[in-house]
């Protein structure tokens, strides 16, 4: 079976999946709820994996609201930017091609009114030709006043596509965020590292780059302890930590649940160790306390799976070589930072 046999046969898994879950659960057979469990199936978006893992686990009923705030919380915002972004620059660009062609039309129509203007001084002796030239400029005055009034309604569109813009821009920041921690999420580090692999593939020089993966330890049983709300304000401190130590164009993201990955561009692989053993130092050294009591919880340690990019590779290979050395890290004891082979 080919690789694109392949994707087809498991999309079709994923689509009976789907359909058995919103008949088993009597759910309606919407887009978005159709579209929620989809994704929830085949594992693209991890938070929607938590949330209903999370509520299956417990017993309790999954109701339809809660999976249509994951829709829009997690799927629709970015479909909704992308699409909505392509048909704002292309009616940005309509609107600027426009208003160039009003700027060189009413300095045309200036030029012309002010050639009728000395027309009909010179020939206001002429009985006949004169009230004709006049009715010229007088129409002419008016098609200057009516160009007027288009720049200004066009000006008006160039502002409102400027708000349009700026609500587009916060859209596509939210669906790149993770809800919880703020930093990445899945989705953006991938496309990122999807980039940067390509531009490497591509290069008659390319640029070494890394990447980090970084495990909580013993988090379930911290869960499990003191309740994922003290578990949650831990990701969300380990990840501002994460997020202190780098630089420039490296990218924190959660990758799922409580782990994160770090890309880290232009970074040779002696560099990602260093760099993993003084996020492990600090993080170990940080006393845990809970934000609203103060109350303390100890403190946290951290794996770290590091692999640097080979020519060809794929961005999914180098995720699973530093995945495979993260696993190496927890099973050697913990709080360990290994590089891939």
């Known amino acids: 079976m080919t690789t694109t046999e392949q994707q087809i046969s498991r999309h079709w898994d994923y689509a009976d999946a789907t359909l058995k879950a919103l008949r088993d659960r009597g759910l309606r057979p919407t887009p978005e709820l159709y579209h929620v469990w989809f994704v929830y199936f085949a594992e693209e978006n991890p938070e929607i994996l938590r949330v209903i893992d999370a509520v299956q686990a417990s017993g309790d009923h999954l109701p339809e609201d809660t999976l249509l705030q994951l829709y829009y919380r997690y799927i629709f915002d970015r479909q909704a930017a992308d699409f909505l972004q392509r048909g704002m620059e292309d009616f940005s660009e309509l609107?600027?091609?426009?208003?160039?062609?009003?700027?060189?039309?009413?300095?045309?129509?200036?030029?012309?009114?002010?050639?009728?203007?000395?027309?009909l001084k010179t020939l206001k002796k002429h009985k006949e030709v004169g009230p004709v030239l006049s009715e010229v400029l007088d129409q002419t005055d008016e098609m200057k006043q009516t160009i007027e009034n288009l720049h200004k309604r066009l000006d008006s569109y160039l502002n409102r596509i400027t708000l349009l813009q700026r609500e587009l821009d916060e859209t596509r920041e939210r669906?790149?965020?993770?809800?919880?921690?703020?930093?990445?999420?899945?989705?953006?580090?991938?496309?990122?590292?999807?980039?940067?692999?390509?531009?490497?593939?591509?290069?008659?020089?390319?640029?070494?780059?890394?990447?980090?993966?970084v495990d909580l330890d013993q988090f379930k049983a911290v869960n499990d302890r003191f309740?994922?709300?003290?578990?949650?304000?831990?990701?969300?401190?380990?990840?501002?930590?994460?997020?202190?130590?780098?630089?420039?164009?490296d990218i924190v993201a959660r990758y799922g649940g409580d782990e994160f990955a770090i890309l880290l561009p232009q970074t040779p692989l002696s560099d990602a160790m260093?760099?993993?053993?003084?996020?492990?130092?600090?993080?170990?050294?940080?006393e845990i306390k809970a934000k609203s009591s103060g109350t303390s919880y100890g403190q946290m340690t951290i794996s770290v799976g590091a692999a640097e990019y080979v020519a060809n590779e794929g961005g999914a290979k180098l995720i699973d070589r530093a995945d495979s050395a993260l696993y190496r890290a927890k099973k050697d004891g913990r709080n360990r930072h290994f590089a891939a082979e």
């Open 274 to 286: 260093n760099l993993a053993a003084d996020m492990s130092k600090r993080i170990a050294a940080r």
């Open 227 to 249: 309740g994922h709300r003290i578990g949650d304000e831990i990701l969300v401190l380990v990840a501002s930590m994460l997020k202190a130590n780098i630089k420039g164009r």
């Open 95 to 119: 609107v600027e091609n426009s208003d160039e062609c009003l700027n060189t039309a009413r300095s045309g129509m200036k030029q012309y009114a002010e050639l009728l203007g000395q027309s």
């Open 175 to 213: 669906s790149y965020t993770d809800g919880l921690t703020r930093v990445s999420n899945r989705m953006y580090f991938e496309e990122q590292l999807s980039l940067l692999a390509a531009e490497y593939d591509s290069s008659e020089k390319p640029e070494t780059f890394c990447v980090m993966m």
